[in-house]
C-alpha cells in the first residue's frame, strides 16, 4: 500500500515489499513497477526493508530461497562471513537430532546480536561508569569487530582491512569464540 505525503507517493514501509517472480524468473518489484534484481533485494533488506518474493503464477513464498540465493552469491564472491566449519555444522544438523536447535539457536543468536548491538553500545560511552573501567576500550573495539565480522560490515561500519594487524588480532578472538559456540551446538545435537 502507498500512501501520499505532500503530493509524493511514499511506500508503506511497514509491511513487506513484494516482489512477484513472473515465469521468466525476472523479479517484479509491486511498489515501483519495475524489474529488481538479486542486489536490488538485498540492497532493500540492508536498508531495514522486509521482503516477500512469491511466485505469480501459483503464489508460493520464494523469500527463503531467494535470501539463501543471495548468501550463497556473497559467500561465492569472497564476501564469507560464514566459515567453512560453520557451514560444515549447518549441513550435518540437517541430518541429526540438531536440526531442531539449530534454527532457534542462530535465530535468537542474529536476533542477540541485532538488537543489543545498540543498546550495548549505547550504555558502554565514556560517560557511564564502564568508561573508567580497564580494558573498557579494548573490550569495546572487540565487541565492534565482533559485531563487524558477524555483519559482514553492515553494521557499525566497514569490515577491517584485510592487512589490519589490529583487526586480524581480533578476528581471531572472534574464531576462537565462534569455534567454542560451534563445538557446544555440535555436542547438542549428540
Known sequence: MQHVLGGTV???????????????RRLYN???SDYVTLEDIALFIREGREVQIVDLKSGD??????LLQIIAEHESRGESVLGVDLLTDLVRSYTTQASSVV????SASFELLRDGQSKAMEKMTKAS???SMPGFEAMQAQQQAFFKAMTGGLIGGTPPAKDDKAGSDDL???KEQLA?????LSRMGK
Request: charged share 25%; proline share 8%.
Open 61 to 66: 513464498d520464494l523469500t527463503r530461497q531467494y
Open 172 to 174: 581471531d578472538v572472534i
Open 129 to 131: 561508569p564502564m568508561g
Open 103 to 106: 534454527p532457534q539457536f542462530l
Open 30 to 32: 509491486t511498489e515501483t
Open 10 to 24: 511514499v511506500a508503506d514501509t511497514t509491511k513487506p515489499l513484494l516482489i512477484k517472480r513472473y515465469a521468466s
Open 180 to 184: 567454542a559456540m560451534q563445538e557446544k
